[in-house]
């Protein structure tokens, strides 16, 4: 175990990629104190990706890309416009509602960020909001993606937990739409603070609504399609991404008609290369998470933490405040991997229904995607927005705020997570 984790953790410190992180303590944990053959790693990494289920990752990612470059991202923007943006601190309003409904569709929060922030930053500038502020907000509003479906995370924290990834994926809604809610309610109570710069907002007309969505119609089946074939039975997860990616090709390149045959390749090229990413992290953290559990760390920790309480309520804050600081590290797929396969059982012995404490180790870790020195969406937005990442978080706090507490509502109140399945499964 020493072999395992410390080696994990002195790679991870030295600024090793996580994905040879992981492989190389493995196989020194192996050799140093085990008798298992060598050959047992590429039966570990074969066994890791060896799932149907997992086929989901690169169909999701390439549809995230393709609604990305085909014109879905702008028409979203236009109809959260027509829906919030006669609200005070509009654009803060826009760009949380636009990250929602990005998320119903991609699976990516650093897609779904960058995206939004090429969009609204700006405008946010023009209109002289305060730009730091607008980065870390278009960054909490990206990290959705990992909580609304069709999360990544999510998928792969259902095969992990070996759920079912429709009620992973119902559960997620909710807390989804919460979170949004409470980015929303933030914002507005700053910007009603904040100056003329927020109080310079469009009326709501019924017409304006009416268009944008109309324009943005056929992006919208693409979710529907997605959570209503996957609830409803008609096909598996995977079939869902497969649909999905036919769905937003017909409706980019036929509909839309702004995404053209060349463009094809370089799409398809990146999302072969972020799905590897992905890929490849699943197979290294499979033989890491191995060599974990024979060497009896899920066993150590268990009798650990019976020892500290015996109350689920505190066995939840201890494992949200595991799971936050680990997030602010390490990447979320490769967390879920090492941790949820040691913390569920013990969840379980606590009463914990697997679905409820998917979808809190979901949003803990889409928290983790807006504060350094992992934060990737915070990073991305300030990228995008032209400032240092010290500068946007300073301003973390508001959005940050936010999501803790939905947290402390999604972890304390199990029908948060757990109404949606319960009625439609």
Same mark, same amino acid.
């Given at each position: 175990?020493?072999?395992?984790? =410390?080696?994990?953790?002195? !790679?991870?410190?030295?600024?090793?990629?996580?994905?040879?992180?992981?492989?190389?303590?493995?196989?020194?944990?192996?050799?140093?104190?085990?008798?298992?053959?060598?050959?047992?790693?590429?039966?570990?990494?074969?066994?890791?990706?060896?799932?149907?289920?997992?086929?989901?990752?690169?169909?999701?990612? #390439?549809?995230?890309?393709?609604?990305?470059?085909?014109?879905?991202?702008?028409?979203?923007?236009?109809?959260?416009?027509?829906?919030?943006?006669?609200?005070?601190?509009? !654009?803060?309003?826009?760009?949380?509602?636009?990250? @929602?409904?990005?998320?119903?569709?991609?699976?990516?929060?650093?897609?779904?960020?960058?995206? &939004?922030? #090429?969009?609204?930053?700006?405008?946010?500038?023009?209109?002289?909001?305060?730009?730091?502020?607008?980065?870390?907000?278009?960054?909490?509003?990206?990290?959705?993606? %990992?909580?609304?479906?069709?999360?990544?995370?999510?998928?792969?924290? $259902?095969?992990?937990?070996?759920?079912?990834?429709?009620?992973?994926?119902? =559960?997620?809604? +909710?807390? =989804?739409? !919460?979170?949004? @809610?409470?980015?929303?309610?933030? *914002?507005?109570?700053?910007?009603?603070?904040?100056?003329?710069?927020?109080?310079?907002?469009?009326?709501? @007309?019924?017409?304006?609504?009416?268009?944008?969505?109309?324009?943005?119609?056929?992006?919208?089946?693409?979710?529907?399609?997605?959570?209503?074939?996957?609830?409803?039975?008609?096909?598996?997860?995977?079939?869902?991404? *497969?649909?999905? /990616?036919?769905?937003?090709?017909?409706?980019?390149?036929?509909?839309?008609?702004?995404?053209?045959?060349?463009? /094809?390749?370089?799409?398809?090229?990146?999302? &072969?290369?972020?799905?590897?990413?992905?890929?490849?992290? &699943?197979?290294? $953290?499979?033989?890491? @998470?191995?060599?974990? #559990?024979?060497?009896?760390?899920?066993?150590?920790?268990?009798?650990? /933490?019976?020892?500290?309480?015996?109350?689920?309520?505190?066995?939840?804050?201890?494992?949200?405040?595991? !799971?936050?600081?680990?997030?602010?590290?390490?990447?979320?797929?490769?967390?879920?991997?090492?941790?949820?396969?040691?913390?569920?059982?013990?969840?379980?012995?606590?009463?914990?229904?697997?679905?409820?404490?998917?979808?809190?180790?979901?949003?803990?870790? %889409?928290?983790?995607?807006?504060?350094?020195?992992?934060?990737?969406?915070?990073?991305?937005?300030?990228?995008?927005? =032209?400032?240092?990442?010290?500068?946007?978080?300073?301003?973390?706090?508001?959005?940050?705020? *936010?999501?803790?507490?939905?947290?402390?509502?999604?972890?304390? +109140?199990?029908? &948060? %997570?757990?109404?949606?399945? %319960?009625?439609?499964?």
């Amino acid at each position: 175990m020493i072999w395992a984790g =410390g080696g994990f953790l002195v !790679l991870l410190i030295s600024g090793t990629p996580i994905v040879l992180a992981l492989g190389i303590a493995a196989l020194l944990a192996i050799e140093l104190t085990t008798t298992a053959p060598i050959s047992i790693v590429a039966q570990r990494v074969y066994g890791g990706i060896s799932s149907f289920t997992l086929m989901a990752i690169p169909f999701f990612v #390439a549809s995230g890309l393709l609604m990305e470059a085909g014109g879905i991202a702008r028409r979203f923007v236009n109809l959260a416009s027509a829906l919030v943006g006669w609200i005070t601190g509009s !654009l803060y309003m826009v760009s949380i509602v636009t990250g @929602t409904g990005l998320a119903a569709i991609s699976g990516s929060g650093s897609a779904d960020t960058a995206a &939004i922030s #090429a969009v609204m930053t700006p405008e946010m500038r023009k209109r002289r909001y305060d730009i730091d502020l607008a980065s870390a907000v278009i960054a909490a509003s990206g990290s959705l993606a %990992s909580i609304i479906p069709p999360s990544i995370v999510m998928i792969v924290i $259902a095969i992990t937990s070996n759920q079912s990834i429709g009620a992973m994926f119902l =559960g997620g809604i +909710v807390p =989804g739409l !919460l979170v949004m @809610t409470g980015l929303m309610v933030g *914002c507005w109570l700053y910007a009603k603070r904040g100056g003329d710069a927020y109080r310079d907002q469009e009326a709501f @007309t019924l017409e304006r609504l009416r268009k944008g969505f109309i324009d943005a119609a056929p992006g919208l089946l693409v979710p529907i399609v997605i959570i209503g074939g996957i609830v409803g039975g008609i096909f598996t997860a995977t079939e869902a991404a *497969c649909v999905a /990616l036919f769905t937003t090709l017909i409706v980019t390149m036929f509909i839309y008609r702004e995404l053209k045959p060349r463009d /094809l390749p370089r799409i398809l090229l990146k999302a &072969i290369s972020l799905s590897a990413t992905v890929l490849i992290i &699943i197979a290294t $953290a499979s033989v890491f @998470t191995w060599i974990i #559990a024979t060497q009896g760390f899920p066993a150590m920790l268990k009798d650990w /933490l019976t020892g500290v309480t015996d109350n689920p309520i505190v066995f939840l804050l201890i494992v949200n405040l595991l !799971l936050l600081v680990v997030g602010m590290f390490m990447e979320s797929i490769s967390a879920v991997l090492i941790l949820l396969p040691i913390l569920l059982p013990m969840a379980s012995s606590y009463g914990i229904n697997p679905v409820q404490f998917g979808v809190i180790t979901a949003l803990n870790l %889409s928290i983790g995607l807006i504060t350094p020195p992992y934060g990737i969406c915070l990073y991305v937005a300030s990228t995008v927005a =032209g400032r240092r990442i010290e500068q946007v978080s300073r301003k973390v706090w508001l959005p940050l705020g *936010c999501m803790l507490v939905a947290l402390m509502l999604v972890t304390f +109140v199990p029908a &948060i %997570s757990l109404w949606l399945p %319960s009625v439609l499964l």
